[in-house]
């Protein structure tokens, strides 16, 4: 049964037009199995994992120790499966050092840190079940957060 | 010579920019929820601490070792200054359906089976939707038991959204069992709104 547009990913879309094979798509599986997705992106913006700088792409999965980057032009956010929501505006660095959303082993975290930049923060379920397990690090100081939404700007060089 | 005025001009010039760049302060603002509501935040570096507790509240940070500066309350014009490209960028708020079972059975209840539809046609609108089917139950009976029936009624509802339309290759299938409810209680104690299924479409 076909599926009305909005269903169709953009990842393998655009990797069968660049006559890729969808397997060699870094985030060809369902980006459901991953901790995060890129949900929205404009601009230059890329995800830095391990070696690999890879120019993102809406529906691209984020995983903890992924580095986020936007150039000055680029524009970021992010979906979580615990439902907390990221955001960036340009010129932005923001390094996910860890995430765990596994409620039945309580096992749960998510931590950040943003080097310079703009971003929003959005608190989802890891800030419900465990507040005290989400912080958000700049180079000036640390932010703990009770369940809210927050605003960060940090300029480069500091 | 002139090479030399160049630059030696450039470097004042770069020590200026410097400068600037330091002096330039880094910030920190709560915002409201979706809902209105007001959290809380603690901004804390070896300087010191300061708390956030009311809308657009902010503080401002220079160094790592210089406290965080006394909380002000911003205009919604300057935090859209900084913010603007940031907040356009922030996802949709995910969406949540809670669907309830007949006592001990993978069975919907009718009214939980009439808004199965009301899923698809969310998913259907969504860009890019990623969809969260996740048993919770409450804490009568032991642990285990209750995160297998979890997992059986979020399975149940993960084959009947298939159904109807949902894309399987979407949706991902999980139990939190005892440990994300609605109403917290002690253990042992039943609580019909914790039994349930949440879709989220996010």
Redesign the interface.
Known sequence: ?P??A??R??AAVLALAAGLAVTQVPWSS????SDG?V????GTAHILRGAERIPAQ??MPVQASDLIETGADG?????F?D?T??????N?RFALEEYAFD??E?NLSLTGKIAYG???F??G?IGK?APDKVKLD????????????????????? | MTAIKTLRTLAVVLAVA?LG??A???????????DGT????????QGGSVVLDQAREATE????SAA?QAPKVLDEGS?DK?????????????YSFVLHFKSGTTALTDESRKRLPEILAT??????????VVGHSDRSGSSKWN?TLSLRRAQRVRDLIVEI?V?P????V????E??PVVPTADGVAEPRNRRVEV?V?
């Open positions: 049964m599926h009305p909005p269903f990913r953009p369902p980006a459901a199995a997705t949900k929205s992106v404009s809406a529906g524009k970021l956010g992010i979906t499966k439902n929501r990221m955001s960036f505006g340009p932005s409620p039945k309580q703009t971003m929003s959005v608190s379920q079940l700049t180079p000036m100081g640390s932010i703990g957060l009770r369940g809210t939404k927050i605003l960060v700007k940090v300029p480069k060089g500091s | 410097t760049a330091c330039q302060k880094g910030v920190i603002v709560l915002m409201p929820d979706d007001v959290g809380r935040a603690v901004v804390t570096n940070l220079t160094t790592a965080p935090v900084d913010f603007k490209d940031a907040l356009a960028a922030l996802p949709v708020k995910p998913v259907e609108r969504w860009v890019l939707p990623d969809v969260a995160y339309g894309p290759d979407f949706i991902e999980t139990s939190h069992g440990n994300n989220t996010r």
